[in-house]
């Protein structure tokens, strides 16, 4: 039945339809509200929308495309499942993001290898050049469906009704006042109605229209642009070439033609092994050196083991985002070694591996100084986002030195791949970790150990922490009891629909009110 509704329609039509029917589902589910289960639902649906109009122009299922829905479909949840304001704000520009590299690689007609830039090229060219290309698309549509499927014989019937209406008017004024005249009841029931009709500003209905017309246009843009594609060539064309056709009809010769095109081609950057030997034999010498020097405290730091004259905050403090800047330079030394350097198999190509390899081991060592150092400097100073996503940070490049590591003896191991796939994973992984429960939890720790308490900090905290913080007032003494009372006041107060429902606030309610109502 459905085909047969799509083929009296047309396809265009029909996927124009569903565009509207989603702007009104997204207008229902983000007006006035925040964000919260409506995400994912949304998310489904705009899926739903997706491959089902499209859905000759998918490709076939691979590992990443799988990878690449289930962290979209994580990183939505997290809008249902938890509270902390830094991932909602970073998930805002992450999973549409994602999304929009999910369609290019599933529909886009130039199938793009996704761990190449030019995954990003034509994901681009779809959310722009192509989507806006189809905007009038639109209104066309709308102009020809109307224009073909209302006859002269539908246009007067329409006009009589119409006309219709208009004598209906005064009558049903006349036998409307006559009814609430007559019943009490019914009097009441259309006094309601004005009431109901209020709570609609005009400004309002303006912006609401505009608003379902803008996102109506922008996703049949969007999904039209992978149905109908339009391939812009920017590189060389040797068949309208004017030199190269020059050359043909006048006999030039097609020596200097082609000594013209290899001129024009994009510089390719390779490393000299002998300038790549120099420069990672003098940058190793000085971080050996360091490396010697941090062996002599280094590990034993957190024991009391340091230099003369320093505490732990000094320690903790020196040092530690130079560190990271140099580790993050050595990173980008290493990764730019392996790419651009020239693939031989002499001995300067393995003294070149091998001032790699000191390289990697001498950055994971500066890596585990500004670990311990930043180790030291919570247990002095407390824990907070930025320090948690540091911590986070020196982790994942750690890993990423070694995979790098592995691929200077591993040739054939796909770098872009590994990280990509990585990168994606670690990102989901971060978001489900409950930093704010973890924040919390050391930062307890932390005084029960020292007495020292950052109590200002942990009111900052999202509901994503507050059954742990209950916990901790019921252990001392009501220590937390204000801002508890404080933060069920706020969330008592707020009236959410159920777009907005998030799993870690209605938790939060609960054991507010289950510690604070009794």
């Known amino acids: 039945m459905m085909n047969k509704l799509i083929t009296r329609l047309g396809r265009p039509l029909v996927a124009l339809m569903g565009a509207f029917v989603l702007a009104i589902a997204h207008q229902y589910l983000f007006y006035d509200q925040a964000l919260g289960v409506s995400y994912p639902i949304f998310v489904g649906l705009l899926y739903l929308y997706m491959f089902y109009n499209a859905k000759d122009q998918r490709t076939k299922p691979t590992l990443f495309g799988w990878t690449l829905f289930g962290a979209i479909l994580l990183l939505s949840l997290t809008y249902v499942l938890f509270h902390n304001p830094f991932f909602r704000g ?7 993001s994602l999304f929009f590299l999910h369609m290019t690689y599933t529909f886009s007609t130039k199938r793009p290898a996704w761990f190449k830039p030019q995954m990003i090229v034509d994901g681009l060219d779809h959310l722009i050049v192509q989507s806006l290309r189809h905007v009038p698309t639109a ?18 019937t329409i006009g009589k009704v119409l006309m219709g209406i208009v004598i209906a008017m005064p009558l049903m004024i006349i036998v409307i006042s006559l009814l609430t005249s007559a019943d009490g009841a019914f009097d009441q029931l259309l006094s309601g109605i004005p009431g109901f009709l209020s709570h609609f500003s005009f400004g309002e209905g303006i912006f609401r229209f505009i608003w379902l017309c803008v996102v109506c246009v922008l996703l049949f843009g969007y ?28 006999h030039i010769d097609r020596a200097t033609v082609h000594t013209v095109q290899y001129r024009s081609d994009p510089f390719k950057l390779e490393l000299d092994p002998i300038v790549t030997a120099t420069v990672l034999v003098a940058i190793n010498i000085v971080y050996v050196l360091f490396v010697i020097v941090q062996f002599s405290y280094l590990f034993g730091a957190g024991e009391g083991m340091l230099t003369s004259g320093s505490s732990y905050a000094d320690y903790a403090r020196s040092g530690f985002f130079e560190l990271i800047a140099v580790t993050t330079i050595n990173f980008a030394l290493l990764m730019g070694t392996i790419i651009f350097s020239k693939t031989e198999r002499n001995l300067l190509q393995r003294i070149n591996n091998i001032m790699l390899y000191i390289l990697v081991t001498c950055s994971c060592v500066m890596l585990y ?18 320090r948690f996503l540091v911590h986070a940070f020196m982790i994942f490049l750690a890993v990423l030195l070694i995979i790098a590591g592995l691929r200077i003896h591993f040739k054939t191991l796909p770098l872009a791949k590994f990280y990509i796939v990585f990168g994606i994973v670690s990102y989901v992984i971060l978001n489900y970790m409950g930093m704010d429960h973890i924040i919390a939890e ?12 950052d109590e200002e900090y942990l009111h900052s905290l999202s509901t994503d922490a507050i059954p742990t913080i209950i916990n901790f007032s019921q252990e001392e003494h009501s220590i937390m009891d204000e801002h508890l009372t404080e933060q069920w006041k706020i969330l008592s107060e707020k009236d959410r629909d159920w777009a907005s429902f998030n799993l870690s606030v209605y938790r939060a309610e609960r054991a507010l009110e289950d510690y604070l109502g009794t």
């Open 442 to 453: 050391n930062n307890i720790v932390r005084y029960q150990e020292s007495g020292v308490l």
């Open 369 to 386: 100084s500004a670990f311990i150092r930043l180790v030291l400097y919570e247990q002095a100073y407390g824990y907070t986002y930025i």
């Open 139 to 156: 209104f066309r549509l709308v102009k020809t469906s109307a224009g073909s499927t209302m006859g002269e014989r539908r246009k007067a």
């Open 223 to 250: 999904l039209w642009g992978f149905i109908d594609s339009k391939k812009f060539e920017w590189g060389h064309n040797e068949a309208s070439d004017p030199l190269l056709n020059r050359a043909s009809d006048q």
């Open 90 to 96: 970073l998930n805002f520009i992450v999973v549409p």
